[in-house]
């Protein structure tokens, strides 16, 4: 037997005509709704005729449950004060448009059903077993998973509310949450979701009606008819396990679910809200299929997989990164989301557009406090052109504003003229390197970058002194560090400088200042970092994905949360993907585990620059 099931029809009854057509198409013998028939649209009394003549039979959602009781609130769950704010408009607008037959008609309801198909049960619910307005992610735990599954004991489960769409085996039953109607699935596609369940019912009974509900038009005023048992909030059945005599082992077995894309006029469906006077974040989310309200009930990994992932109005009390300088991050795309409450987290001050790329990790020194465990033993990882090209395309293509080029010492690569003559072609780009190789060949190779508007060096000057810079850096170094910088100066190469600061160069902060812009650099071009306790460092400041910002960065193994944590060996805390995954991919990644840092504890993290 096959038949169809749909969620959250949301007062869009395009959307619903269009499923009702779809699954008698696909050979649905039996049609549901799993309720939450308003809350998103205008048209909600345009739904009841359908329902009755497409024979949908539907049990309630919460919506559905508020609106017969005349509720104040739709009762949805939400716990952020924003997402609540939209949660109300949209259900003062229904329950001002919807008819009271319609509203008696949902007190009807079942607020769950309880069926046995040829020997396999099956357990229609709203939101889960537990609670109507629970919300089943996919990306709960396996324990949370089970738990409701437990609780409901049935072979086959069928949800709806949280709005996502999925389905896999939790235990021995098949789950499936098969999304809503209303409105798309936050993927950026107009299409919307329902479900349609096969049951080989080839050995056992036919079809057995276990569980009350009621059939759109039955007369459920004069208690006659499946739905008269069945109060508004009542459950009908609930705990008990109709699986019928096969056992489930053999009917999960036989039960398969496919999601499946639901074109309909959507065009119709927004034109309907925009005459309604329904404001342009719920009309935007229908037009583009990317979800503008309610962001803050969304889990990292639901919430990452969107475009937009905060609300506007988050910003500037709860986040300020710990210092600007050359780094900050550009405004968000005003073009985009101006007219919207919500911003995407790549391109905030959360998640700043600039892109670091390791060309390689060897260096010709072994400074004691590297973030990188860089030396010249260090594992060879280095970029070939080609990838470095690709990857430098790719950020354009995604969106980056900026490139960070670092090692090791990149001037090292025989390469690196290359790179960078492609980089700055695409982007504004920062070259980090020591300066000690800014001579002879290697320098005249670079001398046509010289003046590019979009190249700026930046390197490493850690004392006034060549004994305080050489207690960390090495022997010699700052003698070659100074000649260098003086040789990018008279060739006009821009150039910044900042110093890692330790107990021993804290006095001679000012003393490094004043030499450099006794070289001609300007104030601004000199900046203070704290040293971090990590790679070859024992000393100085920690940070972890908890405590500061993403800044994706590739290397020859993959892509990093920061550039401080690009060294897989010392840092595999900060590791997102292996190599040849995307920056889309990993832009997703970042987010994810941004959202999932800060809802541990509720607070946001700052902002550690590596370039100052
Ligand atoms: S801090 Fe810079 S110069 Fe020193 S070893 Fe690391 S990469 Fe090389």
Same mark, same amino acid.
């Not at 503008?292 to 992932?309: F, I, M, N, S």
């Not at 650099?521 to 070859?536: C, I, K, T």
């Given at each position: 037997?096959?038949?169809?099931?749909?969620?959250?029809?949301?007062?869009?009854?395009?959307?619903?005509?269009?499923?009702?057509?779809?699954?008698?198409?696909?050979?649905?013998?039996?049609?549901?709704? /799993?309720?939450?028939?308003?809350?998103?649209?205008?048209?909600?009394?345009?739904?009841?005729?359908?329902?009755?003549?497409?024979?949908?039979?539907?049990?309630?959602?919460?919506?559905?449950?508020?609106?017969?009781?005349?509720?104040?609130?739709?009762?949805?769950?939400?716990?952020?004060?924003?997402?609540?704010?939209?949660?109300?408009?949209?259900?003062?607008?229904?329950?001002?448009?919807?008819?009271?037959?319609?509203?008696?008609?949902?007190?009807?309801?079942?607020?769950?059903?309880?069926?046995?198909?040829?020997?396999?049960?099956?357990?229609?619910?709203?939101?889960?077993?537990?609670?109507?307005?629970?919300?089943?992610?996919?990306?709960?735990?396996?324990?949370?998973?089970?738990?409701?599954?437990?609780?409901?004991?049935?072979?086959?489960?069928?949800?709806?509310?949280?709005?996502?769409?999925?389905?896999?085996?939790?235990?021995?039953?098949?789950?499936?949450?098969?999304?809503?109607?209303?409105?798309?699935?936050?993927?950026?596609?107009?299409?919307?979701?329902?479900?349609?369940?096969?049951?080989?019912?080839?050995?056992?009974?036919?079809?057995?009606?276990?569980?009350?509900?009621?059939?759109?038009?039955?007369?459920?005023?004069?208690?006659?008819?499946?739905?008269?048992?069945?109060?508004?909030?009542?459950?009908?059945?609930?705990?008990?396990?109709?699986?019928?005599?096969?056992?489930?082992?053999?009917?999960?077995?036989?039960?398969?679910?496919?999601?499946?894309?639901?074109?309909?006029?959507?065009?119709?469906?927004?034109?309907?809200?925009?005459?309604?006077?329904?404001?342009?974040?719920?009309?935007?989310?229908?037009?583009?299929?990317?979800?503008?309200?309610?962001?803050?009930?969304?889990?990292p990994?639901?919430?990452?997989?969107?475009?937009?992932h905060l609300y506007r109005s988050t910003l500037p009390e709860a986040f300020a990164p710990a210092q600007d300088g050359w780094g900050a991050a550009p405004a968000a795309?005003?073009?985009?989301?101006?007219?919207?409450?919500?911003i995407p987290l790549f391109g905030s001050q959360y998640f700043p557009s600039r892109?670091w790329?390791?060309?390689?990790?060897?260096?010709?020194?072994?400074?004691?406090?590297?973030a990188?465990?860089?030396?010249?033993?260090?594992?060879?990882?280095? /970029?070939?052109?080609?990838?470095?090209?690709?990857?430098?395309?790719?950020?354009?293509?995604?969106?980056?504003?900026e490139?960070y080029?670092?090692?090791?010492?990149?001037?090292?690569?025989?390469?690196?003229?290359?790179?960078?003559?492609?980089?700055?072609?695409?982007?504004?780009?920062?070259?980090?390197?020591?300066?000690?190789?800014?001579?002879?060949?290697?320098?005249?190779?670079?001398?046509?970058?010289?003046?590019?508007?979009?190249?700026?060096?930046?390197?490493?000057?850690?004392?006034?002194?060549?004994?305080?810079?050489?207690?960390?850096?090495?022997?010699?170094?700052?003698?070659?560090?100074?000649?260098?910088?003086?040789?990018?100066?008279?060739?006009?190469?821009?150039?910044?400088?900042a110093?890692t600061q330790?107990?021993?160069?804290?006095?001679?902060?000012?003393?490094?200042?004043?030499?450099?812009?006794?070289?001609?650099?300007?104030?601004?071009?000199?900046a203070v970092r704290p040293m971090l306790r990590r790679?070859?460092s024992?000393d100085g400041m920690d940070i972890s994905e908890d405590s500061t910002i993403p800044e994706l960065t590739?290397?020859?193994?993959?892509?990093h949360w920061h550039p401080a944590g690009a060294?897989?060996?010392?840092s595999?805390d900060m590791?997102l993907?292996?190599?040849?995954?995307?920056?889309?991919?990993?832009?997703?990644?970042a987010t994810e585990r941004f959202f999932s840092a800060r809802l541990t504890d509720g607070s946001l993290p700052a902002a550690y620059r590596c370039a100052i």
């Amino acid at each position: 037997m096959r038949i169809g099931i749909c969620g959250g029809p949301y007062a869009n009854p395009y959307a619903l005509r269009a499923f009702i057509d779809d699954a008698r198409g696909r050979g649905c013998e039996r049609l549901f709704c /799993l309720g939450d028939l308003g809350g998103f649209g205008a048209e909600m009394d345009a739904l009841w005729p359908l329902l009755a003549s497409g024979e949908v039979e539907c049990i309630a959602g919460n919506y559905d449950v508020a609106l017969a009781r005349g509720e104040d609130d739709c009762g949805c769950g939400y716990r952020d004060e924003r997402d609540n704010t939209f949660a109300q408009l949209i259900y003062d607008h229904t329950r001002a448009n919807t008819s009271r037959a319609f509203s008696a008609w949902m007190g009807y309801l079942p607020t769950e059903r309880r069926l046995s198909i040829g020997g396999v049960s099956l357990h229609l619910v709203h939101g889960s077993p537990l609670a109507l307005n629970d919300f089943w992610w996919e990306s709960l735990s396996e324990g949370e998973h089970r738990s409701r599954v437990a609780a409901s004991g049935a072979d086959v489960i069928v949800c709806t509310h949280s709005g996502l769409p999925w389905q896999r085996r939790i235990g021995d039953a098949l789950v499936v949450n098969v999304g809503v109607i209303g409105k798309p699935a936050n993927d950026g596609q107009q299409g919307v979701w329902y479900a349609i369940i096969d049951i080989d019912t080839a050995e056992t009974d036919l079809d057995t009606f276990v569980a009350g509900g009621t059939r759109p038009g039955a007369d459920v005023s004069s208690g006659t008819g499946a739905a008269s048992t069945i109060t508004a909030t009542g459950s009908t059945i609930s705990g008990t396990n109709t699986g019928g005599g096969t056992g489930r082992e053999v009917g999960t077995d036989r039960a398969r679910a496919e999601l499946i894309r639901l074109d309909y006029d959507w065009q119709a469906h927004a034109a309907s809200m925009r005459a309604a006077g329904l404001p342009e974040p719920f009309v935007s989310t229908i037009e583009t299929g990317w979800w503008t309200t309610c962001l803050e009930v969304l889990p990292p990994a639901e919430r990452a997989r969107g475009r937009y992932h905060l609300y506007r109005s988050t910003l500037p009390e709860a986040f300020a990164p710990a210092q600007d300088g050359w780094g900050a991050a550009p405004a968000a795309d005003a073009d985009r989301t101006n007219a919207l409450p919500v911003i995407p987290l790549f391109g905030s001050q959360y998640f700043p557009s600039r892109l670091w790329i390791y060309s390689n990790f060897h260096c010709n020194l072994a400074c004691d406090y590297c973030a990188v465990a860089s030396s010249p033993k260090a594992r060879a990882r280095s /970029l070939s052109l080609g990838q470095f090209r690709d990857v430098v395309d790719e950020a354009v293509a995604e969106g980056f504003t900026e490139l960070y080029i670092t090692g090791g010492e990149p001037m090292l690569l025989p390469d690196l003229p290359a790179m960078l003559h492609h980089a700055v072609e695409k982007l504004p780009t920062v070259l980090l390197t020591n300066a000690m190789l800014l001579r002879g060949g290697r320098l005249d190779r670079l001398r046509d970058l010289a003046g590019h508007p979009n190249l700026v060096l930046q390197t490493s000057l850690d004392g006034a002194r060549a004994a305080t810079h050489d207690a960390h850096r090495g022997r010699g170094s700052w003698t070659k560090t100074m000649a260098g910088i003086e040789q990018a100066v008279a060739l006009r190469l821009p150039l910044r400088v900042a110093l890692t600061q330790t107990p021993e160069n804290t006095p001679e902060i000012g003393e490094v200042a004043a030499l450099l812009a006794d070289l001609g650099l300007p104030v601004e071009a000199f900046a203070v970092r704290p040293m971090l306790r990590r790679g070859l460092s024992e000393d100085g400041m920690d940070i972890s994905e908890d405590s500061t910002i993403p800044e994706l960065t590739v290397t020859a193994d993959g892509l990093h949360w920061h550039p401080a944590g690009a060294d897989l060996a010392s840092s595999p805390d900060m590791f997102l993907a292996p190599a040849g995954t995307s920056l889309s991919v990993g832009k997703q990644l970042a987010t994810e585990r941004f959202f999932s840092a800060r809802l541990t504890d509720g607070s946001l993290p700052a902002a550690y620059r590596c370039a100052i």
